[in-house]
């Protein structure tokens, strides 16, 4: 069974940064893509980035960037000059298109 587990959130002061990570209990080529999702208080879950593992660009939205080590299973998500907007519930979603695997999330606090 597919298991993915995300840690690195925390609290942090306007214009910090935090490093999240995703790591997979299987290869990470054996996905579509494997994204980190954002779910601020009250509000859809959103696309931050995606790692696209079929030749397709990734994609990352704002000040973020991400990156895979394919070696570990893991996919990082790199954020600085946070904002309070940032501020939520980070999850990573491993799409392998039939199904996507949920980690249970990472929460982060950006004061202001």
């Known amino acids: 069974q597919v298991q993915v587990v995300e840690s690195g959130g925390g609290t942090v002061q306007t214009g910090g940064s935090l490093r999240l990570s995703c790591t997979v209990s299987?290869?990470?080529?054996?996905?579509?893509?494997v994204g980190w999702f954002r779910q601020a208080p009250g509000k859809e879950r959103e696309l931050v980035a995606s790692?696209?593992?079929?030749g397709r660009p990734d994609s990352v939205k704002g000040r973020f960037t991400i990156h895979r080590d394919s070696a570990k299973n893991t996919v990082y998500l790199q954020m600085n000059n946070l904002t309070p907007e940032d501020t939520g519930v980070y999850y990573c979603g491993a799409n392998e298109l039939s199904k996507v695997y949920w980690g249970q999330g990472t929460r982060v606090t950006v004061s202001s």
């Open positions: 299987v290869s990470i080529f054996e996905f579509n893509s």
């Open positions: 790692v696209n593992l079929s």
